[in-house]
């Protein structure tokens, strides 16, 4: 069952992300990069972190991808449809051989140091809410902290880029 | 067929490299950004297995830091592409090479 379920969500998963690739149109890659998150949302699911498939849909394929059909909405217009310059032909190689060479290292890693199973059944209440309130607030509160001040320098960061430059306070 | 970590990993790998490919390949600055959304994802991915692999949830606090760096990102990053199409009226890598020159 865990079988059906990993080939179902992954090769979704990466069929969403090449469509996001080969669409065109700005607002159709935003809906299949849709679909490849909720689809990451199921692998999470089946590896038994069922509060991290919770907030994948709730802060991924919510909030970030509202962020961005809200932006593609305001940039409408012919500059997003269309124009775009097929790739000059000495240019593939460049795009292609890259990514093959990761792939192989990585596939030869895997291949060397493979390992079986999945180190057993997962323990009882393992990645629950309560599971991962603890570690959040106990061991890493420093960093949870830390994360927060993140998100409030993003905040004046992106206040600060959008507003018009001669209201800025120290201007 | 028994999944294992390995099955993870190298779906973290395709997942990450196709993000990568687009981003390079693109040409529109947000679809980019997305690429780049779509390759922190993968690395969830992998955080998320080697957690359930070990037994140990440590790794599932770093996904959800990945996600406050994901927002960060992408609501910078979307900031400066609306002030750029502000200035510039387009958002196309192509034409905005003024570093490049």
Not at chain 1, 30 to 48: D, E, K, M, T
Not at chain 1, 72 to 77: H, K, S
Not at chain 2, 8 to 34: D, E, H, K
């Amino acid at each position: 069952m865990e079988g059906i379920l990993f080939w179902v969500c992954g090769i979704l998963m990466v069929f969403g992300g090449l469509m996001m690739v080969v669409q065109r149109s700005a607002v159709v890659s935003a809906v299949w990069l849709i679909f490849a998150f909720v689809c990451a949302a199921g692998i999470f699911a089946l590896l038994s972190a069922p509060f991290l498939a919770v907030m994948q849909i709730l802060v991924y394929a919510g909030a970030i991808m509202v962020l961005f059909l809200f932006v593609i909405m305001m940039l409408q217009g012919p500059v997003l449809e269309g124009g775009r310059k097929r790739l000059a032909l000495p240019m593939w190689p460049a795009v292609a051989v890259p990514p093959m060479a990761i792939a192989v290292m990585i596939i030869g890693y895997v291949k060397r140091h493979g390992t079986t199973g999945m180190g057993g059944p997962a323990p009882e209440g393992f990645g629950s809410p309560e599971h991962v309130a603890e570690l959040l607030l106990g061991k890493y509160l420093l960093a949870f902290e830390l994360i927060s001040i993140v998100l409030l320098v993003a905040i004046i960061g992106a206040l600060a880029v959008g507003k018009d430059e001669r209201k800025l306070p120290w201007k | 067929m028994e999944i294992t970590l390995t099955h993870y990993l190298l779906l973290a790998m395709v997942v990450f490299l196709t993000g990568m490919v687009g981003f390079v390949v693109r040409r529109n600055a947000i679809v980019m950004l997305m690429c780049v959304e779509l390759m922190l994802s993968s690395v969830n991915i992998v955080f998320a297995a080697y957690s359930r692999f070990h037994g140990n949830a440590d790794g599932h606090v770093f996904v959800l830091m990945n996600f406050a760096v994901a927002a960060a990102e992408a609501a910078i990053g979307l900031a400066i592409l609306v002030e750029i199409y502000r200035r510039r009226r387009t958002v196309n890598v192509d034409d905005l090479k003024a570093l490049m020159e």
